[in-house]
């Protein structure tokens, strides 16, 4: 634990790692936007992930972790971007994302780029599916097997939305086996608990999309393979809330995609 991080500054979900929760519960949030705080040991310095909606409880809560050196984003939607120019402004830290137009006082992320800072290191995995500028950072020092934090590339409970078209299933199980590569890696996700082994899960992810699939490839073969999307949302999806409509039609239009850019697809997962 950092000597200069209070003991009452979240909640410790690693050895370099606290999560703070967000005050936005809401069905596409679960609980709320898990905001992480980044430091080795004994560092005078933090990094953030994600400091999220606009709440100024919530962003005093984030800098009181002391000297806040830099301020990463996973991916671009609002529940995780909202607060960065707020945040920029209170603290000083340049705000990093893999898309500029997110990017506050600093430079874009980069797959592959490898960032020293609060006295550890962040590595920065390209994760596009969920959106296409998703990225993931792994602690390859936080613990024995090394932590991930995945945004919403991975979620502590459920599964994730694609976000068609700017999110595709192809780039989504690329993304993967990616961090399936990783090995089992504590899982540190936007929305949900902590889970114990990133590879494991990314099998459970994988399977769950090939499911989802068949399940299509079900719809089609019952109602046509021109069936719209409502159509198969309704066959595929009929338990889902009203509330969440608009995320499982966003899937179903995915997967849609997915298997009509491949024929061969529509009869078997064969890509």
Known sequence: MSDSVPATLGERTSILTRRILAPNAGPMTLDGTNSYVIAAPGSSGHVVV???????????SLAAAGRIDLVLITH?????????????????????????????????????????????????????????????????????????LTGDTILGRGTTVLGHPDGTLADYLQSLQILRACGPATVLPAHGPVLPDLAAI????AAHRHE?????RAALAILGNDATVAQVT????????????????ASVRTQLTYLRERPRALRSDAS
């Open 76 to 148: 671009q939607h609002a529940d995780h971007t909202a607060a960065s120019v707020r945040f920029a402004e209170l603290t000083g830290a340049p705000v990093r994302a893999f898309d500029p137009a997110f990017c506050v006082g600093g430079n874009p992320l980069r797959g592959g780029e490898e960032i020293r800072v609060a006295g550890t290191r962040i590595r920065v995995i390209a994760t596009p599916g969920h959106t296409a500028d998703s990225v993931c950072f792994h602690l390859p020092d936080d613990g024995a097997h090394g932590s991930m």
């Open 234 to 249: 309704d066959a595929v999806y009929a338990q889902a809330d009203a509330s969440v409509r608009f995320a499982a039609e």
């Open 202 to 205: 990314c099998d459970q992810y």
């Open 212 to 216: 989802r699939l068949d399940q299509v």
């Open 50 to 60: 994600d400091p999220g909606p606009v709440h100024e409880g919530h962003l005093a």
